[in-house]
């Protein structure tokens, strides 16, 4: 079965009056299969703030990773469009860095010249001394200084992801889009990563846009939780503000009642309002 949700006529805001970063305007996605065109998203409406972390969730095959591939520029929409600072995004560039699931490093590069190799590829003009600088600050900042000699088949996979996020974060971009990044890694590793996450967030404030399927780090990390129908036709169903102060502890959120309501809304609304019908899928 397939479940439609009303959509917004405006763009979802993020918090304060300035005006937004990203603006998502009717955004659609069609893509072409052999059965004809099959609709992946529809009149997509949302606004992200400067410096706003914000969470997208649902189920599989609802466009989260179509969404965040137009504001990468990896695809293009099909119907309205997507606004950097008030401009069409055509195309990728280094305002917007992506860090993936499956890492997407050079296997034969160390940690130190995979995070070199970005920082060379957008400021090629900054002196050798610059570049190296940056790099190894970056490293240090998700806890890899003693690695960054160590080739990419020598670390593990939590250590591949922080050298993935050093390297997006080396050369300051706009927007950070997070496809899934700790997806496949231990719960151990994992929240260690997200608290490292949030702390560099902390201080770059740099705006993120992340790809999750797991409402505990949604909760801990964002300030909104942007929750999708289901495909195809998929579109934003519900906002959820997550509204603890910051900097946030682990432990002190989750012995907030707040927590336990904003976590039985988010499962209502995946697992009863819009729970998954694998047979059609």
Same mark, same amino acid.
């Given at each position: 079965?397939?479940?439609?949700?009303?959509?917004?006529?405006?763009?979802?805001?993020?918090?304060?009056?300035?005006?937004?970063?990203?603006?998502?305007?009717?955004?659609?996605?069609?893509?072409?299969?052999?059965?004809?065109?099959?609709?992946?998203?529809?009149?997509?409406?949302?606004?992200?703030?400067?410096?706003?972390?914000?969470?997208?969730?649902?189920?599989?095959?609802?466009?989260?990773?179509?969404?965040?591939?137009?504001?990468?520029?990896?695809?293009?929409?099909?119907?309205?469009?997507?606004?950097?600072?008030?401009?069409?995004?055509?195309?990728?560039?280094?305002?917007?860095?992506?860090?993936?699931?499956?890492?997407?490093?050079?296997?034969?590069?160390?940690?130190?010249?995979?995070?070199? $190799?970005?920082? =060379?590829?957008?400021?090629?003009? +900054?002196?050798?001394?610059? /570049?190296? !600088?940056?790099?190894? @600050?970056? #490293?240090?900042?998700?806890?890899?200084?003693?690695?960054?000699?160590?080739?990419?088949?020598?670390?593990?996979?939590?250590?591949?992801?922080?050298?993935?996020?050093?390297?997006?974060?080396?050369?300051?971009?706009?927007? $950070?889009?997070? =496809?899934?990044?700790?997806?496949? +890694?231990?719960?151990?590793? /994992?929240? !260690?990563?997200?608290? @490292?996450? #949030?702390?560099?967030?902390?201080?770059?404030?740099?705006?993120?846009?992340?790809?999750?399927?797991?409402?505990?780090?949604?909760?801990?990390?964002?300030?909104?939780?942007?929750?999708?129908?289901?495909?195809?036709?998929?579109?934003?169903?519900?906002?959820?503000?997550?509204?603890?102060?910051?900097?946030?502890?682990? !432990?002190?959120?989750? @012995?907030?009642?707040?927590?336990?309501?904003?976590?039985?809304?988010?499962?209502?609304?995946?697992?009863?309002?819009?729970?998954?019908?694998?047979?059609?899928?």
């Amino acid at each position: 079965m397939t479940t439609t949700a009303p959509f917004a006529s405006a763009p979802i805001s993020g918090a304060g009056n300035a005006p937004p970063l990203l603006r998502f305007e009717q955004l659609g996605k069609v893509y072409a299969t052999p059965r004809g065109p099959y609709p992946v998203l529809e009149n997509i409406n949302l606004e992200v703030a400067q410096g706003e972390f914000v969470c997208v969730i649902g189920h599989s095959g609802c466009g989260k990773s179509t969404l965040l591939n137009m504001v990468s520029g990896f695809a293009t929409p099909s119907s309205g469009q997507v606004l950097l600072e008030g401009k069409p995004i055509t195309k990728p560039g280094p305002d917007r860095m992506v860090v993936f699931q499956g890492y997407a490093l050079l296997p034969w590069m160390t940690a130190y010249q995979n995070v070199h $190799l970005a920082i =060379d590829s957008v400021h090629p003009n +900054l002196p050798e001394s610059q /570049k190296r !600088e940056i790099a190894l @600050e970056h #490293l240090a900042m998700v806890g890899l200084t003693e690695a960054a000699d160590k080739k990419i088949t020598q670390i593990s996979g939590g250590m591949k992801q922080r050298v993935a996020i050093a390297r997006a974060l080396s050369i300051r971009p706009e927007v $950070l889009i997070l =496809d899934e990044p700790f997806g496949a +890694l231990d719960a151990i590793t /994992k929240e !260690e990563l997200q608290e @490292e996450l #949030l702390s560099i967030w902390n201080t770059q404030k740099c705006t993120v846009l992340m790809i999750t399927h797991d409402i505990d780090e949604a909760l801990f990390l964002a300030d909104r939780l942007v929750m999708m129908t289901n495909g195809p036709a998929a579109g934003i169903g519900e906002v959820l503000n997550i509204d603890f102060p910051r900097p946030r502890s682990r !432990e002190e959120i989750m @012995e907030n009642p707040r927590y336990y309501e904003l976590r039985n809304s988010a499962l209502d609304f995946l697992y009863n309002r819009f729970a998954h019908d694998d047979d059609e899928a």
